[in-house]
């Protein structure tokens, strides 16, 4: 499972990754999480609003922090 947070380094971009990297360890997924900060890249997506969070090449939601139970659920 490849799991990529999109934002470009604000305080809301660095909180959803680390809850991400949260969420594969609690959760036991074997999953590697890549942060995009390129900005073309995170356009590809169709993204307007950061953070977001991109599961397997699907956005499962943009413009909010999740909780690490969230993202849990998103792994599940």
Do not use: H, W
Not at 28 to 55: F, H
């Amino acid at each position: 499972m490849k799991i990529e947070v999109l934002g470009t380094g604000c305080a809301k971009c660095k909180t959803l990754y680390e809850n991400t990297k949260k969420a594969v360890e609690e959760s036991g997924t074997a999953a590697e999480v890549v942060k995009v900060e390129d900005i073309p890249s995170i356009m590809r997506y169709g993204v307007m609003s950061t953070p977001a969070l991109v599961i397997d090449g699907q956005v499962k939601f943009s413009g909010k922090v999740a909780s690490v139970v969230e993202i849990m659920g998103l792994l599940s």
